[in-house]
């Protein structure tokens, strides 16, 4: 999936997005309402880690949210296992220079008809 959002992009992650990634996500303000699984500090390995595990899995959907040809953030759709396997959780978060854009809500409007398109 790949869509303008006039002020930003969603594209899929590339492996050359490692230290603009680390840049964007090593803040605490956008960790602290994040799931466990957010390291923090969030150094480069970390991103390094979570790129190549982005190219290897095809399961949901994780998308690099770009702002001025920099990744920014991420957006995805984690899907439910067993009871809930019809359901999926929406996730994201942002660089914080760029909050009160209206960059999330844009971002949000595009995935979630894509994911009841793609997704059972
Ligand atoms: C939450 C987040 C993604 C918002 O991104 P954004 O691009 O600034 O969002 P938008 O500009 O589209 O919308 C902002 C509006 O969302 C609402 N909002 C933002 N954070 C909120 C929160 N924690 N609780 C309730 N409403 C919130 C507010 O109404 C805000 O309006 P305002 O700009 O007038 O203050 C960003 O603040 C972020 O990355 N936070 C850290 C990670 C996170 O919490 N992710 C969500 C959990 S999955």
Same mark, same amino acid.
């Given at each position: 999936?790949?869509?303008?959002?006039?002020?930003?992009?969603?594209?899929?992650?590339?492996? +050359?997005? /490692?230290?603009?990634?680390?840049?964007?996500?090593?803040?605490?303000?956008? !960790? *602290?309402?994040?799931?466990?699984?957010?390291?923090?500090?969030?150094?480069? /390995?970390? #991103? +390094?880690?979570?790129?190549?595990?982005?190219?290897?899995?095809?399961?949901?959907?994780?998308?690099?949210?770009?702002?001025?040809?920099?990744? #920014?953030?991420?957006?995805?759709?984690?899907?439910?296992?067993?009871?809930?396997?019809?359901?999926?959780?929406?996730?994201? !978060?942002?660089?914080?220079?760029? !909050?009160?854009?209206? *960059? *999330?809500?844009?971002?949000?409007? /595009?995935?979630?008809?894509?994911?009841?398109?793609?997704?059972?």
């Amino acid at each position: 999936m790949q869509v303008s959002l006039g002020a930003a992009s969603l594209r899929p992650w590339k492996i +050359e997005d /490692a230290l603009a990634l680390v840049e964007a996500a090593n803040n605490r303000n956008v !960790w *602290i309402t994040l799931r466990d699984r957010m390291p923090h500090p969030y150094t480069l /390995a970390d #991103a +390094e880690d979570y790129l190549q595990q982005r190219t290897r899995d095809s399961s949901g959907l994780a998308l690099c949210i770009e702002v001025a040809g920099r990744a #920014a953030g991420g957006i995805g759709l984690h899907p439910g296992e067993d009871v809930s396997r019809l359901t999926a959780e929406l996730g994201f !978060w942002l660089a914080e220079p760029f !909050w009160h854009r209206g *960059i *999330i809500t844009a971002a949000v409007r /595009a995935v979630v008809p894509y994911g009841f398109k793609r997704f059972r």
